[in-house]
Structures are given as C-alpha cells and as structure tokens.
C-alpha cells in the first residue's frame, strides 16, 4: 500500500548547526505514527517543515504520492500546549481553522457544535479557556484540530503539559477517539509510554544532528489499556525503546 | 462576587488616605497661622472653587475638549504607528529612534513652540497631548504583538492564515493587556498635557486660568482648578479600567481560579 505521507532523507540545518541529517519515515493511510525523541532534537522542526513554517535544505516529501508543493492546507496541526485563544470562548477557538479557511462564522459553528458531547465539552460551548481544565483545553485543541477535515493530523507533545494523571486519562481517550475515526496521524512526543501507548509505529530519533535511529513496529492489539499480556508487551517494547535512547551506539541498526 | 474585597473595603482606605492629608492641611493651615495668599486651607480652596464656579466650569470646558481630542488622536495614531511597525520592520527601526527623541524634548520648550507654529486654537493643544501621552501606548502595543504565544503563531501558520489576519485573530488581541497597561499611563499625562498647553498660550481653559490666578496672587485659585485638574485624571483613569472590564471579560476568569 502506498504511503500517505513519505519523507526521504530531509535535511535542515540553521546557520551551522545541522538539525535534522537525512530523515526517512513513512506514515500510511489510518495509521498512528509517532516520532519519538530526546528533547531539542529537531523533532518539532519536522512539523514546521510540513506546515510551511520552513524549508527543508534537501530531501523529498510526498503527500499521496505527489511532491508537496503547496505547503498549506493538507495538515491539521495541533501544538505544543493547547495554543487556545484565551480571549475566544470555546466554540470560537474550535472553529478558528474553518474561519480562517474562510467559513462563515454561523456555518462554521453549526458544524463543531455537534462534536462538543463526544469531546466531552457539552455545555461549555461558551466558556473561556480559563474556565477549563487542562484535559478539557486539550480536548478543545484536538476537537479545533480536527475539524479542518485534513489529510493529517501533526500532534506536536500534545500531551507535555498536562500533569501525569491527566496525561494518562488524556492518552486512553485520543485511543479511544483514534480508534472511532481512524485519522492518519502524526505524534512527535519525547514520553516513551505515551509513543508506544499510541502508535502502530515509532521512528527513534537521535539526538541533534537528528536521524532514524530505529523504526519500532507496536504489534499490540487496541484497546491498549486492557489485559495483562498486552501489557507486558507493552513494557517490553518501552524498554528496548528506551535502551535504545539511551544507548544509541549500543543499539544502532540492530532493529533496521 | 465570592471572595472579592466589598467596594467598601477597595475604596475605603484610599478615602481615609486622603481625607487624612485635607485634614492635616487645614488643621496646619489654622494653627500656624500662615499667610492665607501664601498657603490656603482646603476649606478656603473649596469655597472659593464655589464661588468662582462659573468661571472654572467655563475653563475646565476647553481643557476637557483638549484633552478628550488630543487623546483620541494619540490613541488612534498610536495604533496606525503600531501597526505599521507590526508589518514593516524597515518602519520601526527607522522611526523609533525619532519616536524616542521626541519623549527627551523638554515640554517648557516646546510647548511656546508648538504655540509659536499653530496658534491659539484647538491644535496646538491636540498636538502637545499627542506628543505626552502616544509614546507609552505605542511601546505597550508593539510589546504587546511580540508576547503573542508562538505556538498561536505556529497554529495559525499551518491554517494558512495571512500575516493580516494573524495579525487581527491574534497579535492585536494578544496586545490587549499591554495596551490597556500602557493607556494607563498615558491617560494620567493627558489632562496634564492639555494645561500646559494652555499655559504656554490659549485664551481660555485651565491652564491659561491657572495662570491668571498665579499672576494675581490667588494661590486658593490656583489649588482649585488644580484639584479640577486631578479629579478629571482621576474620571479618566477610571474610565480605561471600566473599558478594560467590558474589552476584556476574560480577564477576570484568569485572574480568579475557577471554581
């Protein structure tokens, strides 16, 4: 099956220091990729390749197979942190993509109003940011991300903010969502549990220069929360991954 | 509202503060027994403010209209700057150097100057309130569009969202704390500004009686259309805080934790 989104051998470097040194990764169709990472790898610059943020100095990108020329307009982006408009109300930061796609305001609302109860935002249509907690805010986001009706979505640590427990509830729930709708996604994350928790794949980046390390199939059966089996898996893979990040010379290659 | 001061208690200290100093004053004023042309009581400045009311309600006109017209300018050339130095870098670094020579000019100079150019009207007096009150408001809003969160930033870039209309979905409102931080203090200069003007030469408005009253020795006078002078500051200050509450009704969530 062909690729939704390719990337071949990307490279970009600011200034003298090299950040990304020839990345390859493939996501398919309805497939949960994640990138994974130590901190102030390049993970990040990857996304603002793809969004249009910055040029890659070298490398391919393809989108279905065609070079992506237009940067704009194929990627749902979710950032760092929930990036919500402190001074819009809910409803108006969810529909922040359509309005600037051009959507008029009543039609734009008229859409996200019925996902609200499966984000589980009913009745806070109307509230400001602040009057929500950081697992709502982050439903929010996701629910503002992923009504552009994208090709993909690009979740930058979406989760990195938000204290453990809720991080943990908020993983389980982006399963559960995923599994409904099958977006093609995206996750650059430096939380080891939360890229095997989520993904059927995992590239390992190196730190900066960054290149693939390892690609990590997660051959784990979903929901992933449920039974013992799945969960000693899961504990196995989380400590190869992390060996490796933690021992790169180690490990290099051995999982290619 | 749980948990915020009664008006009472927000205001109550202030009233006392102050009714503390009058009190002070006049208690000196009667006991020292000093001259009443040098140092008037308060209760002399008000009853004289009463009986001269006519003729500071007459002046206080032209300065409230001065000050009202000359801020409005600043405020909207203060924006227009703001913006053009949001989109044209080339027009910040050429023009704020000359923006921040024009807040070192020595008012007693100028003000006879602007004067000198412009005459006795309404515009030298706008021009000269311009000149005190734009500069803080500018440096807040251009402040202000650099505190946007760059991750908003980076959002609507991958929306495909033009610098136009990042700059109105989130660089403007972003400024909104700023701005209003920085309208604080510039509304505080304005009246100020406007009776300097008028000092440096008007035929009528609190300035040019401030003067009148000093060239007469009535220092009673002179106090009077001073305290005009503050309580009108102090209307103005309130006012920004009133349109800060309905610009900003976010503001007060953030400030309080939610439930």
Known sequence: MRPKLELESVRKAFDATKVLDGISLSVREGEFVSILGPSGAGKSTVFQILTGGIEADGGAIRLDGEPLATRQGRFAFMP???????????????????????????????????????????????????????????????????????????LDEPFGALDALTRVGMQRWLEAMWKRHRWTALLVTHDVREAV????????????????????????????????????????????????????????GSNR | MPNTPSFLARTGPAAVAIASLLVAWQLYSDLSGISQTTLPSPLRVAGQAWLNRRALADNALPTIRATLLGFSCSLAGAFLLSAAMNFFAPVRRALFPVFVISQTLPLVAIAPLVVLWFGFGLLPKILLVALVTFFPMLVALVQGYESTE??????????????????????????????????????????????????????????????????????????????????????????????????????????????
Do not use: C
């Open chain 2, 150 to 259: 760059k991750e908003i930033t980076l959002l609507l870039r991958s929306m495909g969202a033009s610098r136009w209309r990042s700059f109105w979905l989130a660089r403007a409102p972003s400024a909104l704390p700023f701005f209003f931080a920085g309208l604080r203090i510039s509304i505080t200069y304005a009246v100020v500004g406007a009776i300097f003007a008028e000092y440096a030469g008007a035929t009528r408005g609190l300035g040019i009686y401030i003067l009148k009253a000093k060239n007469n020795f009535r220092p009673d006078l002179v106090l009077a259309a001073v305290a005009i002078s503050a309580a009108l500051t102090l209307v103005l200050f309130a006012a920004t805080g009133l349109v800060q509450r309905l610009a900003m009704p976010w503001l007060r969530l953030e400030q309080k934790p939610t439930r």
């Open chain 1, 197 to 252: 928790f989520l993904s059927d794949r995992i590239y390992v980046l190196s730190a900066r220069p960054a290149r693939v390390l390892h690609e990590v199939p997660v051959p784990l059966p979903r929901p992933r929360d449920a039974g013992a089996a799945g969960l000693r898996q899961a504990s196995a893979i989380e400590a190869a991954v992390l060996e490796s990040l933690l021992n790169p010379e180690a490990t290099e």
């Open chain 1, 80 to 154: 760092q942190r929930d990036a919500l408009m402190p001074w819009r109300r809910i409803i108006d930061n969810a529909t922040l993509g359509l309005e600037v796609q051009g959507v008029p305001r009543r039609a734009a609302r008229d859409k996200v109003q019925p996902l609200f109860p499966e984000f589980g935002l009913a009745g806070f249509e109307n509230h400001y940011p602040a009057q929500l907690s950081g697992g709502m805010r982050q439903r929010a986001a996701l629910l503002r991300t992923v009504v552009q009706e994208r090709d993909m979505l690009l």
